[in-house]
């Protein structure tokens, strides 16, 4: 039996993080609520008006560039992409055709290591948003998104599954967020990607028919869309009826889970591009590009490589904080301030605090750790408590919480409410001994050979020191006591 390879490109439009549009002063806010406030006579297309091009939005798009690894064409301009749709006040788009900002680059996926090739990286703006009537008889316009600077990025059909592409796409949504070039939120519309999927016999030179899958808005999206198409494509193919695969554009179906017939998809030459005539070309020198690297800071790939050498965590460890740009940063100086207090203290404790038990009080309130009150010194404090001993891990807990609701210090905490573990046997034997003597049943049940039991009684003994004895003494007493 003939086995099938699926090959898939990808295009991704990315909303840039910009005060205005992309050729006029109007607010790039997504959080306007009222429609066609954000508009003016150049973003509505008027007689007359003319576009000046937002330097912002063509930097962010040169250091996403240099980013991945693209060479920066020197000279570049824009061009006008004619078709006519209700959401496109012109009829015509101000795009970039033949000489894009960036080209030839490449990314390599963090667990994969596969290597995937990026065509060209271009600027142009965005189009209107359109709102169908549930009674399908009518749509509305809303003009506030129309001409926000929109880069769009073509990668080469170098995957060969829906995995490769999530990895990519994952990677490319990181990357954007710590580049500052966007938000990137999907659920947004700041990220939306098309994928171009054709399979063909294995060992096969020439690529099976394309199909385009537009307008996939979540990374599930995305990974069923494609497995729906390459299923489609490779049932086809088995049945001998490949000529049944035409080069289209397709959508995706939530709802029934599959993609379906747009329109018939369109070459280049339909779109009858030409340079825009009201935008003059751009020129940029070595000396201005160079400016734009120095402006990129530590990016995921590199991040990765040095907390796990830095730190001595594991590549799990490390990606979980780089996937989250504030966690990493809170752990990053949490470790700073616990290196100050006690430059041997474990850094483990610090990653686990910060990932498991931060993470789960901000799960139990509903309160954002970034809302809360607690900062990076304060588990650095309770980390440098515990190695000392002056606190049990019980304690910890409670002393972590607190500073999340109040941001009192932990040492003030400790130091107001007596919670400094006891230590000391000599104040701890009188506790134990009322322990022993009010639980007399237990006691017996231990002196029969129920060793379980001694846990109660540790127990015990921490609930009257308010968790504040040192649970390890505590129970080297107890057996000594009851074993005499």
């Known amino acids: 039996m003939t086995k099938y ?44 008006a003319l576009p000046v091009a937002n330097k912002q939005a063509i930097d962010l798009v040169i ?24 959401d496109l006040p012109k009829a015509y788009q101000i795009s970039q055709y033949d000489l894009p900002l960036c080209k030839n680059g490449h990314i390599t996926l963090p667990e994969s290591k596969k290597r995937i090739g990026i065509t060209r990286i271009h600027l142009e703006e965005d189009t209107a948003k359109l709102a169908h009537a549930a009674d399908g008889k009518h749509s509305l316009v809303d003009f506030n ?50 994928a171009n999927i054709s399979v063909a016999p294995q060992g096969s030179e020439k690529l099976g028919t394309k199909v385009e ?25 088995e049945a001998g009826k490949g000529n049944e695969i035409i080069q289209e554009t397709r959508g995706w179906n939530e709802g029934a889970q599959q993609t379906f017939s747009q329109r018939s ?13 009201d935008l003059p070309p751009m020129e940029f020198t070595g000396a201005y590009i160079e400016a734009i690297r120095a402006h990129i800071t530590e990016l995921p790939a590199g991040r990765r490589e040095r907390l796990s050498q830095e730190y001595n965590i594991s590549p799990k460890q490390a990606e979980l904080l780089v996937r989250d740009m504030f966690l990493c940063e809170f752990f990053e100086e949490a470790v700073s ?50 190695g000392e001993n ?25 130091k107001e409410k007596g919670l400094e573990q006891v230590s000391d046997e000599s104040a701890l034997q009188k506790i134990i001994t009322e322990v ?40 080297t007493m107890l057996e000594k006591e009851l074993n005499s």
């Open 265 to 277: 998809k369109e070459d280049a030459h339909d779109y009858r591009y030409f340079p825009e005539p």
């Open 145 to 194: 998104r129309a001409g926000i600077p929109l880069m769009e990025l073509v990668t080469e059909p170098d995957f060969h599954s829906a995995q490769e592409v999530i990895e990519f796409a994952q990677e490319f949504q990181l990357l954007l967020r710590y580049l500052g070039a966007s938000d990137a939120d999907m659920e947004k519309g700041h990220l939306r990607f098309e």
């Open 436 to 475: 022993i003597a009010q639980n007399a049943k237990v006691v017996e049940e231990y002196k029969k050979g129920k060793i379980t039991v001694l846990q109660f009684l540790v127990g015990q003994v921490m609930a009257k020191t308010k968790g504040a004895a040192n649970p390890g003494i505590v129970r």
């Open 213 to 237: 899958v537009k307008n996939l808005n979540s990374f599930q999206a995305v990974y069923k869309a494609i497995e729906y198409e390459i299923k489609r494509h490779t049932e086809l193919l």
């Open 63 to 86: 250091k996403t560039g240099l980013a991945l690894n693209c060479e920066i064409n020197t000279h570049s301009k824009f061009d006008r992409k004619n078709y006519f749709y209700p």
């Open 337 to 386: 301030e616990l290196r100050a207090l006690q430059p041997k203290g474990n850094i483990e404790t610090v990653y686990n605090y910060i990932t498991s038990d931060l993470q789960g009080i901000q799960k139990d309130t509903g309160i954002l750790i970034t809302e809360s009150k607690i900062k990076p010194a304060h588990i650095a404090q309770i980390v440098a408590l515990l």
């Open 5 to 48: 390879e699926p090959t898939i490109g990808l295009e991704i439009h990315s909303e840039l993080l910009t005060k205005t549009k992309m050729f006029c002063g109007c607010l790039n806010d997504e959080t306007e609520l009222t429609a066609n406030k954000n508009i003016c006579p150049v973003c509505m297309a008027h007689p007359g």
């Open 390 to 414: 002056k606190i049990s891990s019980r304690v910890a807990k409670d002393i972590l919480r607190e500073s999340f609701d109040s941001g009192v210090s932990p040492q003030d905490t400790v």
